[in-house]
């Protein structure tokens, strides 16, 4: 059973998950809606409760083939660690394959990591350019 059982396709975006690693979310393409938390929030509560429920130590988010993420993207993924850091039951880490090619993700990283404190695990690959 993967964290996802589904796939995700909006406009130029794919979240999909694999089976080789259940406890990972792989996102290509380009994350830049307008309105990103209206699906992606709730997206983001679903799988911080199965993450809960099934007991898992460690939830990948494999970033390494998205070109970019806007603003909302972001803030999506503040609220996740919030979550992560406010919800008692919560045992599960947060592990961000990053691409240090995308330099959005150069500049991001840093900030995000300031809300998953302790909890989010930032794994950079790729060359910065």
Not at 28 to 35: K, M, P
Not at 99 to 107: D, G, K, L
């Amino acid at each position: 059973m993967t964290l996802l059982g589904r796939a995700i396709v909006r406009a130029q975006l794919k979240i999909g998950a694999t089976p080789e690693t259940p406890n990972s979310l792989v996102f290509e393409g380009v994350f830049r809606e307008q309105n990103v938390e209206e699906w992606f929030r709730p997206l983001i509560d679903e799988l911080h409760a199965r993450a809960v429920t099934l007991k898992l130590d460690e939830v990948v988010l494999d970033l390494r083939q998205l070109e970019y993420a806007n603003a909302a993207a972001w803030k999506c993924l503040v609220y996740w660690m919030r979550l992560l850091q406010d919800d008692g039951n919560a045992r599960y880490n947060v592990r961000i394959v990053a691409n240090e090619a995308h330099r959005w993700q150069r500049v991001g990283m840093p900030s995000l990591q300031v809300f998953g404190r302790d909890r989010l695990i930032i794994e950079s690959h790729g060359k910065a350019s």
